[in-house]
């Protein structure tokens, strides 16, 4: 499923009709975070204070965290990871795009085999009444966060040609999260903006959980996440 937030349809069939043919040969993944302080609800197993709102600069409860768990997994299973501890949203949110740009160039000018990006956030969503909500997912009788792809474009006037391929990697890997564990994955979200993902064919946002999850919540959630992206590399003859 999808939400369209652009102003243009989407043929999801055309779209996924052929594998990324990138997963083919040699990548590698980087992990970064535009947004690297957000963080979660503080619980009992981790109560940590928040330096702002549902904000910290503790890695062990920021978006860092979250980062780590996807690279443990895939690096578990063979995927070469590079990832990105820069916090790009302190002092200035406004900037974090831009920073966070200049930090994927580098990484990608360092190691070209980049072919995936993973931009880790958590999301916020409030009730047309004001009330903060999460969405869990039941997995072998665990609450896991439940996760988002968000996939930008060039519809806001920016130069992103290939958006395509972007949306092509994401309509398939989220199919294959879905087959594996059908309530994990929110409808994926096409927007008109580029989010930065015109540096890569496999750059996505991958939205863990809400500001309301906690993090042992947001960490299943992530794992969940990186063994499905590590069984849809492997079903395309990668290993």
């Known amino acids: 499923k999808i939400a369209n937030s652009s102003n243009i349809k989407i043929d999801t069939s055309m779209l996924m009709q052929n594998l990324p043919a990138f997963l083919k040969e040699d990548f590698s993944v980087l992990i970064i975070h535009t947004h690297t302080t957000e963080s979660y609800t503080p619980s009992q197993l981790h109560p940590f204070t928040h330096s702002d709102t549902f904000r910290t ?3 062990n409860y920021n978006m860092i ?3 780590d768990k996807i690279e443990e997994v895939l ?6 990871v590079y990832h990105s ?7 200035s949110y406004n900037q974090s795009y831009s920073k966070s ?5 580098k990484m990608i000018n360092e190691h070209s085999d980049i072919k995936i990006i993973l931009d880790v956030h958590r999301d916020a969503i409030e009730t047309s009444g004001g009330e903060e909500i999460k969405y869990v997912s039941d997995i072998n009788g665990s609450q896991a966060a439940s996760l988002m792809l968000v996939v930008g474009s060039n ?9 395509q391929d972007n949306m092509n990697f994401a309509l398939n890997l989220q199919n294959h999260l879905n087959s594996l564990y059908p309530s994990l994955m929110r409808p994926l979200n096409f927007r008109s903006q580029r989010f930065n993902q ?3 064919p496999g750059a996505i946002i991958v939205e863990v959980g809400t500001n309301r999850n906690t993090l042992e919540e947001a960490l299943l959630g992530a794992e969940y996440f990186a063994e499905g992206l590590v069984s849809f590399v492997k079903s395309t003859g990668n290993s």
């Open 101 to 105: 740009l200049a930090e994927a160039e």
């Open 75 to 80: 690096i578990n299973n063979g995927i070469k």
């Open 155 to 163: 519809l806001s006037g920016l130069e992103h040609d290939n958006w």
């Open 65 to 67: 965290k979250i980062g």
């Open 85 to 91: 501890e820069k916090i790009n949203d302190f002092p």
């Open 198 to 200: 015109h540096l890569a």
């Open 57 to 59: 600069q503790d890695r």
